[in-house]
C-alpha cells in the first residue's frame, strides 16, 4: 500500500511540464488568459484498436495522439511505442515539443503520440498491422497541413513507412508530406536519421565554448545507446572527446582508456546489447549518471537525473538529447553545483529541425544534398543557442528557463496577433 501511495505522489512528465512552464511565465510576466491557453492541449484523441497477432488471436491496444498548440503552424511530434506510455507523459512531450519548435524558430506547434505495447516482444507483422491500424485510428487528425508524425522511442523509418502508405491508401494518391523521418525511397530527407544526434553535438560546441572547455581531450558519458545516443558519441569522438561508458536498457559498459561507438554499435547489432562488449567493465544505467566526465548525453528517457542523485552528478555539462530526463528539483541542485545543463527543447532539436527540411522538401519534391542540410541545421543550431544563451545571461536564470522562456514568448506572440476566435 505505501508504495502504491508513493508511486501516486511522484510527479508526472506533465506535472514536470507545467512546472517548468511556469516558472518560464513567471520570468515573462504572462496573464493568467495566456497562461491557460498554453498549459492546456489543444486536442486529446484516446484510441482502442484491435490488432490480430501471429498466432490468430485478438489483442486490444491502447494509443494516443495529442496536439497541445497550433499558433505557429500545423503540430508536429513522434510517436512512440513502449509499455510505459501514457496520457501525461504524451500531454508533456506534446508540450515540450511545442516550445522545441518554436526554440529553433520553425512554424510548427508541437503533438506527440503513443502506443502502450512491447515492441519487443512483437514479429514485424504484428508491428506492421498495429502501426496501419493505429494510423487509421489517428487518422483524423494528422495531415501535411494539420499534424506530422516521426519516429520516436522504438519507431523507425519502416514504421514511418507504414503510416504514410496507410494513410496514401485513404486518399487514394501519395501523401509524402503526412510524415517524416521515412526511408529515403519514398521522400525521406538525407541526414535525418543522425539530425538530432548531430544537432546535439552542435550545442555540445557551442556550450564547451561558453566554458572554455576545449572538446579534444574532454570525456562524455552517453546513457542510451540507441538511434540519438550512438550517433552523439560518434559525433563527439569525431571531435575528439574520449567516450568513456555508454548504456543501453539492459547496462552500461565502461572503459577509462575510451570506447570506440563504431565498434560498439556493430557488437550491439550482433547481441541486442552493449554489455558485455570486449575490454569493457560492466556499470548500470544509475551508476553510469554519476561518472567521473566533462560531459553527459542522457539520450534514454525522462525522469533519470532526479533530486536523490543530482548532487552526486560529476559532468560540468549536461546536453539533453532524451526529452525530459531532468527533473525540476534536479535543476536546481545542478545550477547550484554549475553544471551547465543545455535542455532538450534545445540540445535534441536538431531531429525535428531536419525533419521541418523534409516535410519543406516533400511539398515542393525538390531535394537538397546532405551537405546542405547540415549547413543549414548547423546555422539554426548556432543561432538558438546564442539566444538561449543570451536570454539566460540577460535574465540570470539557468538555460532550461531561458529556453522555455524565449519558446513561450514566440508562441504567447503568435497567439496574441492571431486573437482568440470568434
Not at 89 to 108: D, F, H, N, S
Not at 254 to 259: A, H, I, K, T
Request: glycine share 10%.
Amino acid at each position: 500500500m505505501e508504495a502504491q501511495l508513493a508511486r501516486v505522489a511522484e510527479p508526472t512528465a506533465f506535472d514536470m511540464a507545467i512546472e517548468q512552464f511556469n516558472t518560464a511565465a513567471d520570468g515573462l510576466n504572462l496573464d493568467q488568459g495566456m497562461r491557460d491557453i498554453l498549459s492546456n492541449c489543444k486536442r486529446e484523441l484516446t484510441v482502442h484498436f484491435p490488432v490480430r497477432m501471429d498466432d490468430g488471436t485478438i489483442k486490444v491496444y491502447t494509443g494516443y495522439r495529442i496536439q497541445h498548440n497550433m499558433a505557429r503552424g500545423p503540430t508536429k511530434g513522434g510517436i512512440r511505442y513502449h509499455p510505459q506510455v501514457d496520457l501525461y507523459e504524451v500531454r508533456a512531450l506534446a508540450m515540450w515539443m511545442t516550445w522545441k519548435c518554436a526554440v529553433v524558430g520553425i512554424p510548427y506547434g508541437g503533438a506527440k503520440g503513443g502506443v502502450i505495447c512491447d515492441p519487443k516482444s512483437m514479429s514485424i507483422g504484428e508491428l506492421e498491422r498495429l502501426t496501419r491500424r493505429y494510423s487509421s485510428e489517428i487518422s483524423l487528425l494528422i495531415g501535411p497541413e494539420r499534424d506530422i508524425p516521426a519516429p520516436d522511442v522504438n519507431t523507425n523509418p519502416q514504421v514511418m513507412a507504414w503510416l504514410m502508405d496507410t494513410i496514401s491508401m485513404h486518399k487514394g494518391y501519395s501523401v509524402s508530406a503526412v510524415t517524416t523521418g521515412k526511408p529515403l525511397a519514398i521522400g525521406g530527407s538525407e541526414g535525418r536519421n543522425v539530425a538530432t544526434a548531430r544537432g546535439c553535438s552542435y550545442v555540445v560546441r557551442e556550450a564547451a565554448k561558453v566554458m572554455g572547455m576545449d572538446l579534444k581531450g574532454s570525456t562524455a558519458v552517453v546513457q542510451g545507446f540507441g538511434n540519438a545516443g550512438s550517433a552523439a558519441a560518434r559525433f563527439l569522438a569525431e571531435d575528439g572527446v574520449k567516450i568513456l561508458a555508454v548504456s543501453d536498457s539492459r547496462g552500461g559498459v565502461f572503459n577509462p582508456d575510451g570506447l570506440n561507438p563504431s565498434d560498439l554499435l556493430r557488437y550491439k547489432e550482433e547481441t541486442g546489447s552493449v554489455v558485455g562488449a570486449p575490454r569493457t567493465e560492466f556499470v548500470s544505467n544509475e551508476d553510469l549518471l554519476e561518472l567521473e566526465c566533462d560531459i553527459l548525453i542522457p539520450a534514454a528517457l525522462e525522469k533519470q537525473i532526479t533530486g536523490k542523485n543530482a548532487a552526486r552528478v560529476k559532468a560540468k555539462l549536461i546536453a539533453e538529447a532524451a526529452n525530459g530526463p531532468t527533473m525540476p528539483e534536479a535543476d536546481r541542485i545542478l545550477r547550484g553545483k554549475g553544471t551547465l545543463v543545455v535542455p532538450d527543447i534545445l540540445a535534441n532539436a536538431g531531429g525535428v529541425t531536419v525533419s521541418y527540411f523534409e516535410w519543406v522538401q516533400d511539398l515542393q519534391s525538390f531535394f537538397w544534398d546532405e551537405a546542405e542540410i547540415n549547413h543549414k541545421l548547423e546555422q539554426i543550431m548556432v543561432r538558438s543557442f546564442a539566444a538561449v544563451k543570451k536570454m539566460a545571461d540577460e535574465r540570470d536564470v539557468d538555460m532550461r528557463v531561458a529556453a522555455n522562456m524565449v519558446a513561450i514568448k514566440r508562441v504567447a506572440e503568435a497567439t496574441a496577433i492571431r486573437g482568440i476566435y470568434p
